[in-house]
């Protein structure tokens, strides 16, 4: 670091140390933030102390002066040094002095919502706000799609979801005194009852998070040891993937590009909540949207901001549903129509409706495989002959979390116990050994696979004969169907993700072997 040699300081790189947790102990928490300040390690009688400003010449002496120890600095990375701070103090932990102190002159604009009750005062004070704040700023810089606030008997845990799985966060043990004025806050933002504690309560609010704009989807749900909060957190300043984006493996890309430039018919994605449908879907309106075609969605949440496409957003309580929505847009004139989920039997039957007089309908389902979509419909109550006449193909998709390109490395897989559907003819497999671009995890993103099941003659005559969906799975892999399992191995195989990571999202060994004998 070229401040360290101005200054004649040694550097250190944090991500390689060890830090001794009990000296942190004998520091302020508060000076340890406002300086950017992390001792670390003990070198004799002296500490040695990461700083991120060798310039700030009162720093050593105010710590010094408050631990009557001997300090020497040790230039290192801000941002590792923030890392680390929350790492081993808690995340929020530089305003828990300030909750602690309970403030009076610190109110929020002088406002108190509710009654006057010491935990709603002390929801609105700026040392609450700015906890909520760097919560959500922690969440958004580690990658994490949802926040879980849970409430235990005697623990208070913050997790985040990062791609996929969750995630522990350290957070101050005393914040559990004022986990109550944390949901109030929370509620404040989402414009919900903050007096009402015994029924699920969700909203949303908007927010400007490390210059990005984000949504925020709010869903409170009372537990045995106190109200549970999950934040969904939504980036709307993200692009829309293209259809390359998705690294569909050939030829599945190739025939869902010709499926989805069909004048009609219904195209579904599926699969469960939080695995990449809405992206696909978006993706899909991108590569087909031109001048001379008008597309109007419906969603629950808009996710994304589409130029040139008409959206609407569905608000269930003045009766703005997606089956409402979608009679009304078939008014409104519109070549392609995209419902962000099939979730009754009036939604469904307005969609095959809308397909059947000339549109093409791209919507959502929530099922295991590509084939469950078929008999999922008809339980609906939509007739099977309805179903032949109007699907054109179901795509069934899960993420898998990518291997770290920074540290993953080829590993020996002939010794390792494998599933009986693992290639034998694969000649090399990765695993990541963790790094700092991944947090030691190995893995950093996430890539789709998936299973698309084109209804060709065979299939539409198997739908309207009411065969049951292991039937048509049948058929499918017959005429070449790739599994979710195969898709998986052709990622394995191309160093982008791990066996661990396909048998964790597929579940047991693939049937392929038996439905085709």
């Known amino acids: 670091m070229y401040k360290a040699s101005d200054c004649g300081l040694h550097s250190v790189d944090l991500h390689d140390v060890e830090i001794e947790k009990d000296l942190l102990d004998l520091f302020p928490t508060s000076a340890l933030y406002e300086h950017l300040a992390l001792p670390?390690?003990?070198?004799?009688?002296?500490?040695?102390?990461?700083?991120s400003d060798p310039f700030d010449f009162d720093l050593i002496s105010e710590l010094s002066l408050a631990t009557g120890k001997v300090l020497r600095a040790v230039v290192a990375d801000p941002q590792e040094i923030s890392k680390q701070l929350k790492k081993h103090l808690g995340v929020a932990s530089s305003v828990l002095g300030a909750l602690e102190g309970n403030q009076e002159e610190d109110h929020d604009d002088g406002v108190v919502f509710g009654d006057s009750s010491?935990?709603?005062?002390?929801?609105?004070?700026?040392?609450v706000a700015k906890l909520v704040t760097e919560l959500l700023e922690d969440a958004v810089h580690q990658g994490a799609s949802d926040v879980h606030l849970e409430n235990g008997e005697d623990e208070f845990q913050?997790?985040?979801?990062?791609?996929?799985?969750?995630?522990?966060?350290?957070?101050?043990?005393?914040?559990?005194?004022?986990?109550?004025?944390?949901?109030?806050?929370?509620?404040?933002?989402?414009?919900?009852n903050i007096a009402e504690k015994r029924l699920p309560q969700d909203g949303r609010f908007k927010a400007t998070i490390l210059d990005r704009p984000t949504d925020i989807r709010v869903s409170i749900i009372p537990m045995l040891h106190g109200e549970n909060v999950v934040l969904r957190i939504l980036d709307r300043g993200r692009s829309v993937v293209s259809i390359e984006g998705l690294e569909i493996p050939s030829p599945q890309d190739e025939e869902f590009l010709e499926l989805i430039k069909q004048?009609?018919?219904?195209?579904?994605?599926?699969?469960?909540?939080g695995s990449g449908k809405t992206t696909t879907l978006y993706s899909a309106l991108s590569a087909i949207h031109k001048p001379t075609?008008?597309?109007?969605t419906i969603e629950d949440p808009v996710e994304y901001s589409l130029p040139g496409i008409h959206q609407i957003q569905v608000q269930e309580?003045?009766?703005?549903?997606?089956?409402?929505?979608?009679?009304?847009?078939l008014r409104h004139d519109p070549d392609v129509v995209l419902v962000g989920e099939i979730r009754d039997k009036e939604t469904a039957q307005s969609a095959m409706q809308a397909s059947l007089t000339g549109h093409l309908?791209?919507?959502?389902?929530?099922?295991?495989?590509?084939?469950?979509?078929?008999?999922?419909?008809?339980?609906m109550g939509i007739e099977p002959f309805l179903v032949a006449s109007t699907l054109q193909c179901v795509m069934a998709q899960r993420l898998v979390r990518k291997l770290c390109p920074a540290c993953k490395i080829p590993t020996d897989h002939e010794h390792a116990p494998l599933p009986a559907d693992f290639p034998g003819d694969m000649q090399q497999v990765f695993q990541g050994t963790g790094c700092r671009e991944c947090q030691g995890t190995g893995y950093r993103g996430r890539l789709a696979i998936f299973e698309l099941l084109n209804c060709d003659t065979e299939i539409r005559k198997l739908t309207g004969s009411g065969s049951d969906a292991n039937t048509i799975r049948q058929h499918a892999l017959h005429a070449g169907m790739k599994t979710l399992r195969q898709s998986g191995w052709e990622a394995v195989a191309a160093g982008k993700t791990t066996i661990n990571e396909i048998l964790r999202l597929t579940g047991s060994p693939d049937e392929l072997q038996r439905d085709l004998k």
């Open 158 to 192: 913050v997790r985040y979801r990062v791609d996929g799985m969750l995630r522990s966060v350290s957070f101050p043990p005393s914040m559990m005194q004022f986990r109550s004025a944390l949901v109030s806050r929370i509620k404040i933002l989402a414009k919900l």
């Open 40 to 51: 670390y390690k003990r070198d004799g009688d002296c500490i040695l102390v990461a700083v």
């Open 361 to 379: 309908v791209l919507s959502t389902l929530h099922t295991n495989d590509a084939c469950g979509a078929i008999p999922r419909l008809v339980d």
């Open 317 to 329: 309580k003045i009766g703005r549903t997606f089956a409402n929505g979608l009679r009304s847009i």
């Open 118 to 127: 010491t935990l709603d005062n002390i929801s609105e004070q700026r040392s």
């Open 263 to 273: 004048p009609n018919g219904i195209i579904l994605i599926t699969g469960p909540t």
């Open 293 to 296: 075609i008008k597309i109007v």
